[in-house]
């Protein structure tokens, strides 16, 4: 697991010797998803002036103690899936992680999984978003439950909440079935081809690759922000990480379409990064 400092912004994805620092948040901060979106067919054309703010945070990951740490990149992960598939109606704007991390920054928000009304006013008007989603997870003996808040930046307080659960091993459909009761909440209710559409884009369909692919896009970013702080040998060290990363995804499951575009990109990067 991967935790960083990114201009002085203390954001932490796991290690836990950074989670007792005074101003941890919980971010997306993902290089890959913006690049990912850009390439989404959406299904509503709405144009992008006309489209609602939405910011996600990271979920909460609430797995017993002693395998917290083996899905802890689905804290990052999770959030993200949800991001690409309502990023995917065309409905929604979803803050960009350059704008959430200055907001995070200035204003010294703490967040992982659990905001107040104050925070959510506030953070809504400085990003200029209308929603904010949040939520937590739970793996337990096979099992997966997923939980989410939908937050109106505009009223103040939480317009609902969703859960969804199932086997572990069926992750991808749990996440799916999480956006479809989301989506009420935003008022971007699916009808039901959007919803087979959005049930048919899944990324993979194995757990441990996605995990592996999840933990590799956190080591990647922690390359990143080591190489802007000067320290390129320590980034070619967590690059390589990364890189064992997608490759263990794709061995796993040689479909995973992410984890190959993943991999192209961190070793396109290398020579220019590093």
Not at 136 to 158: H, T, W
Not at 213 to 218: D, P, S, T, V
Request: charged content about 25%; proline content about 2%; overall charge neutral.
């Amino acid at each position: 697991m991967y935790a960083f400092h990114v201009n002085y912004l203390k954001i932490s994805y796991g290690r836990k010797y950074m989670k007792n620092w005074k101003f941890t948040v919980i971010v997306i901060m993902l290089f890959f998803l913006s690049c990912a979106t850009s390439e989404v067919k959406h299904l509503r054309n709405i144009p992008r002036g006309s489209r609602k703010g939405l910011v996600v945070l990271n979920f909460k990951n609430n797995t017993p103690r002693s395998r917290a740490d083996e899905y802890e990149p689905w804290e990052f992960g999770i959030a993200s899936m949800i991001m690409t598939d309502i990023e995917s109606i065309g409905m929604f704007n979803i803050i960009s992680k350059e704008r959430l991390a200055d907001v995070m920054e200035e204003q010294q928000f703490q967040l992982t999984g659990a905001v107040n009304a104050k925070d959510i006013v506030e953070i809504g008007k400085l990003t200029g978003a209308k929603y904010i989603l949040t939520g937590s997870f739970m793996e337990m003996n096979g099992s997966l439950r997923i939980e989410s808040q939908v937050f109106s930046v505009e009223k103040g307080a939480q317009l609902g909440t969703a859960s969804a659960n199932g086997e572990t091993d069926e992750f991808f459909e749990i996440e799916k079935n999480l956006v479809n009761k989301i989506t009420v909440f935003l008022d971007a209710m699916l009808s039901e081809n959007e919803q087979k559409i959005i049930a048919s884009n899944v990324e993979t369909k194995s757990v441990e690759a996605s995990l592996n692919n999840y933990n590799g896009e956190l080591a990647f970013m922690e390359a990143t922000a080591l190489k802007k702080a000067g320290k390129k040998e320590e980034a070619k060290k967590i690059i390589l990480e990364a890189k064992a990363n997608f490759k263990k995804a794709i061995e796993l499951d040689p479909e995973y379409e992410k984890a190959k575009k993943n991999l192209s990109k961190v070793s396109l990067a290398i020579p220019v990064q590093l």
